[in-house]
């Protein structure tokens, strides 16, 4: 018995499949906003936009990004403050600056930053 979730059986029935969204950066890679003016480390991800309406709605129209990408969960930085970001893939860039991210939870979760990436502590890694 296959379940009425199962992916095959909805595309039998004629039900579109989204597409599979591919994060093109992973957990502890150093990141820099395409638009504005910060960086962060990345520390979740979510495949798809996964914020409130309210949140969305707030970005102005024409640089309101697609929310059919992967979305990152940051801890940021920028000349005046630390705080968490949260960020579409296509105004993500790599950042090959190697320098150190200044965010006071980054200790928390990740060990130093070796070759432009932090390593996730071993007590968060799944």
Request: proline residues 8%; without cysteine; glycine residues 4%.
């Amino acid at each position: 018995m296959t379940r009425a979730s199962d992916p095959l059986d909805l595309a039998i029935a004629g039900v579109p499949i989204p597409p599979v969204a591919h994060a093109r950066f992973n957990l502890g890679e150093v990141v820099r906003h395409r638009l504005f003016d910060f960086r962060g480390v990345i520390f979740d991800i979510d495949p798809v936009f996964a914020n409130t309406d309210e949140w969305y709605e707030a970005i102005p129209e024409d640089v309101r990004p697609r929310k059919d990408q992967p979305f990152y969960h940051l801890l940021a930085e920028n000349a005046e403050s630390s705080y968490v970001a949260y960020v579409s893939q296509q105004n993500l860039v790599a950042d090959d600056s190697d320098e150190p991210v200044d965010h006071p939870a980054i200790g928390g979760l990740f060990d130093e930053l070796s070759d432009g990436r932090y390593q996730l502590k071993r007590e968060h890694r799944h």
